[in-house]
């Protein structure tokens, strides 16, 4: 039977990945990614010699398929998204669930842990973390008022990912609907540039500079 190995791959600094990580990628047969240009990055650096195969949000059925194909006939794949752990907030969920419920085929699916922005975060935040609720990236218009909204009367600690195009707008709507209890900003986890901003929307507001807008965020929110 083949297996289909979910590995987590570094949010940044990339000595982050685990041992077990390593040796899966350089058993398998095929390596499934988002973007074969930033897995080369990795691959390269741990000297891994196999092929890359891109498998993203916007692959057709036909490319499912061709997965399908491998898998059935005995082919050992790892499915790798260009940071942190696949199937989260990721593409990588759709293939998995097609896999099962569509084409239903027989495979042993196999999660191999490692790096998370999600868990990272929170790891730090000295908020309460028993309870959580986690949104992914918000809407970029439709919606997004409401989920803010949802997010500020929420009893448990809220977390969402956001771009660096709307990071400020993002903590400016929070500020105009009243929101005013504590929150936690992440840029750049693990890697070269990394920013940590705790305090009030207005204190993050005020700590983030306009040159320091980039890269991908973590927010997290505290609750009731």
Do not use: W
Not at 116 to 132: E, N, W
Not at 164 to 180: D, M, P, S, V
């Amino acid at each position: 039977m083949s297996n289909l190995y979910i590995v987590a791959t570094p949010i940044g600094n990339l000595e982050d990945i685990t041992l077990r990580a390593l040796r899966i990628l350089k058993e398998v047969d095929l390596i499934l990614c988002e973007d074969t240009r930033e897995t080369r990055k990795l691959i390269n650096k741990y000297e891994i010699n196999k092929p890359l195969l891109s498998y993203h949000e916007h692959s057709d059925l036909n490319k499912v398929s061709y997965i399908v194909e491998q898998l059935k006939n005995g082919k050992n794949l790892a499915l790798v998204s260009d940071a942190g752990t696949p199937g989260i907030s990721d593409p990588g969920n759709r293939l998995i669930e097609l896999l099962i419920n569509k084409y239903q085929v027989v495979i042993n699916i196999i999660p191999i842990p490692g790096p998370s922005a999600l868990i990272s975060a929170l790891s730090i935040s000295g908020m309460p973390t028993d309870k959580f609720i986690f949104y992914g990236f918000l809407p970029h218009k439709k919606g997004k008022e409401t989920i803010l909204k949802e997010i500020i009367e929420n009893e448990y600690v809220s977390v969402f990912y956001e771009s660096t195009h709307r990071i400020i707008k993002t903590l400016e709507k929070l500020k105009a609907l009243g929101f005013n209890r504590g929150i936690v900003v992440c840029r750049e986890l693990t890697k070269k540039f990394e920013s940590i901003y705790c305090g009030k929307v207005d204190e993050i507001l005020d700590q983030i500079k306009p040159e320091e807008v980039k890269g991908e965020f973590v927010v997290i929110v505290e609750g009731r």
